[in-house]
C-alpha cells in the first residue's frame, strides 16, 4: 500500500484488489442487492489496499467508487489512475446524495448496508437520502472471504510478529536497567514502553492496548494495566503490532525472580495444551479441533473450570476474526491462507495466571507457527529480578 500522492499502485496489489472486488460482487449477489455499501473500515481496506481513514466503498456491477473528502485527495490519487476506482471526494455530509446519484445513473432500486456496522441512525438517514431505493441490511458480507489470506498478507502478518518481538526484548531490556537503577515500573508504564518501542520499529500502531498482568493481575483474562508496580512474580505480557494493516498477537508470561512453583506447575500443563492444539491445526480439522486438542490437556490436569475462553481465534485486518475457536465455535473446518492464534490459559483468581499464544498459518499439508522464533519455554520465561 502506498500513501504517496505522485506513487503507482503496486501490480501485486491491483492483482489482489482485482480477484476481491469479484469476490465482493458474488457475495453482493448472494445477498440478493444490486449494489452495496461498504463503511466497516477492515471491508473497505480489503477490497480497496487504501489506508480506510473514513472511507466508504459503494459496490456497483460495473464500477466500485471510494467515497472519501478532501483530507485523503493526495493519498487516493493513485487509486484514482487506477482502472479499478472511481474517486468521489466531497464532505461527509454530501456523501449519501452522491450514493443516491451513483445509484439512479446506475438504475439500481436495493442497495445492501452492512448490518454489523451500519448504527441505526445512519441507516434511517441513509434511507431517506437514497429513496426510492430499498435499502436492505446484509449481515457479514465479507467475512467468510477474508478468513483466508494471501502471500501479501501472510508477509504482513509475520512482518509485525517480528516488530512486536524485538519491541519486547527491547522493552525487558530497559525495564530492567530501570530496576537496576532502583525505578520501579508500573504495568501501564511497561505498556507504553512497549508500544512506543513497536512505533518505533515499524509498526503503524499497536494491534490492541496491551495486556500486562503483575502477579494477581495476570489471572484477570483482559486485565488493563494501571498503576500496579512490576514485583518479582508472574508478569503476563499479552501483545500485537500492526504492519500494513495487518495484525499480530501473541502471549508470554515471565516469572521474574520469584518462581512459584504452583504457577509454574500450571506454566508446564499450559505447554502442553498449547501443543496439542497447535498440532491439531490441520487443513480440513473441524474449526472445534483446537480447542478440543487443549482442553482435553487442561482438564485431566483438574482445571478445566479455569479455562474459560477459547482456545484462539482467526487473525488479520481486525484482530479478532472468524473463525472463533471455543467449545461452542461455528461449524466449519480450517482452511489453508488461515492465521489464527492459540492461546490456552489457567487463570487463579487472587494467585496468578499462565497464557501462551502463537500465531499459526493453516497450510495446504498442514500448519506453520509464524511466531516460532519468539521464545516461549519456561527456561527462558523464569528470568531473575534484576540485580538479585
Known amino acids: 500500500m502506498s500513501l ?72 487516493l490519487a493513485a487509486w484514482g489512475r487506477s482502472e479499478l476506482w472511481t474517486i468521489d471526494l466531497a464532505p461527509r455530509t454530501e456523501q449519501m446524495q452522491m450514493v443516491k446519484d451513483r445509484l439512479a445513473a446506475a438504475g439500481i432500486d436495493r442497495l445492501g448496508i452492512q448490518k454489523e456496522h451500519c448504527t441505526l441512525a445512519t441507516h434511517d438517514a441513509l434511507k431517506a437520502a437514497v429513496d426510492p431505493v430499498t435499502v436492505v441490511p446484509v449481515n457479514a458480507l465479507l467475512i467468510t472471504d477474508r478468513q483466508c489470506k494471501d502471500d501479501r498478507e501472510v508477509a504482513a502478518c509475520c512482518a509485525a510478529i517480528g516488530v512486536q518481538h524485538a519491541a519486547l526484548d527491547a522493552t525487558l531490556d530497559a525495564f530492567e536497567h530501570a530496576v537496576l537503577a532502583g525505578e520501579q515500573w508500573t504495568e501501564a508504564r511497561f505498556a507504553a514502553k512497549l508500544i512506543e518501542q513497536m512505533r518505533a520499529r515499524g509498526a503503524q500502531s499497536e494491534a490492541f492496548e496491551p495486556i500486562i498482568g503483575s502477579r494477581a493481575n495476570s489471572s484477570v483474562i483482559h486485565h488493563v494495566p494501571g498503576d500496579t508496580v512490576i514485583t518479582p512474580g508472574v508478569l503476563l505480557v499479552d501483545w500485537g503490532a500492526k504492519v500494513d494493516n495487518r495484525c499480530s498477537d501473541l502471549t508470554r508470561t515471565l516469572f521474574l525472580g520469584d518462581t512459584d512453583d504452583t504457577l509454574t506447575g500450571l506454566f508446564a500443563v499450559v505447554a502442553k495444551a498449547h501443543q496439542a492444539a497447535i498440532e491439531a491445526c490441520q487443513p480440513g480439522a473441524p474449526v472445534k479441533a483446537p480447542d478440543a486438542a487443549a482442553r482435553a490437556v487442561i482438564e485431566a490436569a483438574g482445571y478445566g473450570d479455569e479455562f474459560p475462553h477459547g482456545v484462539g481465534h482467526g487473525l488479520g485486518l481486525d484482530v479478532h476474526e472468524t473463525p472463533f475457536m471455543g467449545r461452542k465455535a461455528e461449524s466449519g473446518e480450517l482452511k489453508p491462507g488461515m492465521i489464527v492464534t492459540i492461546e490456552p490459559g489457567i487463570y487463579l483468581p487472587g494467585q496468578g495466571g499462565v497464557r501462551i499464544e502463537d500465531d499459526i498459518l493453516i497450510t495446504d499439508t498442514g500448519h506453520r507457527v509464524l511466531s516460532a522464533d519468539v521464545p516461549r519455554d519456561l527456561h527462558w520465561s523464569a528470568r531473575p529480578w534484576p540485580g538479585s
Open 4 to 75: 504517496i500522492a505522485d506513487a503507482q499502485l503496486d501490480p501485486a496489489a491491483v492483482a489482489a484488489c482485482t480477484q476481491r472486488l469479484t469476490q465482493a460482487r458474488a457475495a453482493m449477489a448472494a445477498a440478493g442487492v444490486q449494489a452495496m455499501l461498504l463503511t466497516q473500515a477492515a471491508d473497505v481496506i480489503w477490497v480497496t489496499d487504501t489506508h480506510g481513514h473514513d472511507c466508504q466503498v459503494l459496490l456497483l456491477p460495473d464500477q466500485a467508487v471510494i467515497l472519501s473528502d478532501r483530507r485523503y485527495e493526495e493519498y
